[in-house]
T-cell receptor, first 113, second 112 residues
C-alpha cells in the first residue's frame, strides 16, 4: 500500500492564483481530512469528509474548497491564493471519524507571494 | 479552536535519559492520541488512549490520562537520538464533532 499520497511536494503561487492540492489514499478509509501547519501553531483542521459525497468545514475553512467524489481522493482547492495561506498542508485518512489513528501524507509546502 | 496544550514547548535531554511531555485540554474527550513529527515530514501515530483508560504502554512509550484533571503525559524511556522530533497530542470528542484537535507540540532534542 502507498498509504496517503500528496502532490505536489512544493508549490509557489502568486496572490490571486488558484490551484488544487491532490490527496489520495489506497486503504479504503472513509474519513479524510486536510490540515494546515504554521510555525508554532500545531495543526488546524481545514475541511474533512466522512465518505464519498460528504464534506464539512473544520476550524479554518475560509478560502478553501473540497469535494469527495470517490473514496480514494480528496482534493483541496485554493480559490484565490493569499499570502496568509502560506503554510504546510497535510492530508490524513482514517477508517472512521473519531477513535482511530490517522495516517498522514508527507505534506505540501505552499508559498504565496 | 485548538484543544490541547503541550508542556514544555521544548525539551533537551541526553541519550539514555527519560523524556516526559504533558498535554492539557479544555473540554471532555472520547480519545486522546500522541503523534510524532520528524523535521519536514508528516505526522506518525504513536498511541491512542480512550477516555475510560488510565495508562497505556507501547515499547518505550508510556501514556497516562487523567480525565479529572483533563491532562495526559507521554513518557519516552531510555531516549535515543532518533527520538528527536516534535510530539503532538490530539483529542477528539463530541464537542469537536469527533474531528481531531491538535496541540502546538513539544520539540524534543536528544543529544548523543
Amino acid at each position: 500500500n502507498a498509504g496517503v499520497t500528496q502532490t505536489p511536494k512544493f508549490q509557489v503561487l502568486k496572490t490571486g492564483q488558484s490551484m488544487t492540492l491532490q490527496c489520495a489514499q489506497d486503504m479504503n478509509h472513509e474519513y479524510m481530512s486536510w490540515y494546515r501547519q504554521d510555525p508554532g501553531m500545531g495543526l488546524r483542521l481545514i475541511h474533512y469528509s466522512v465518505g464519498a459525497g460528504i464534506t464539512d468545514q473544520g476550524e479554518v475553512p475560509n478560502g478553501y474548497n473540497v469535494s469527495r467524489s470517490t473514496t480514494e481522493d480528496f482534493p483541496l482547492r485554493l480559490l484565490s491564493a493569499a499570502p496568509s495561506q502560506t503554510s504546510v498542508y497535510f492530508c490524513a485518512s482514517s477508517p472512521r471519524r473519531g477513535g482511530y489513528e490517522q495516517y498522514f501524507g508527507p505534506g505540501t509546502r505552499l508559498t504565496v507571494t | 479552536s485548538q484543544q490541547g496544550e503541550e508542556d514544555p514547548q521544548a525539551l533537551s535531554i541526553q541519550e539514555g535519559e527519560n523524556a516526559t511531555m504533558n498535554c492539557s485540554y479544555k473540554t471532555s474527550i472520547n480519545n486522546l492520541q500522541w503523534y510524532r513529527q520528524n523535521s519536514g515530514r508528516g505526522l506518525v501515530h504513536l498511541i491512542l488512549i480512550r477516555s475510560n483508560e488510565r495508562e497505556k504502554h507501547s515499547g518505550r512509550l508510556r501514556v497516562t490520562l487523567d480525565t479529572s484533571k483533563k491532562s495526559s503525559s507521554l513518557l519516552i524511556t531510555a531516549s535515543r537520538a532518533a527520538d528527536t522530533a516534535s510530539y503532538f497530542c490530539a483529542t477528539d470528542g463530541a464537542n469537536s464533532g469527533y474531528a481531531l484537535n491538535f496541540g502546538k507540540g513539544t520539540s524534543l532534542l536528544v543529544t548523543p
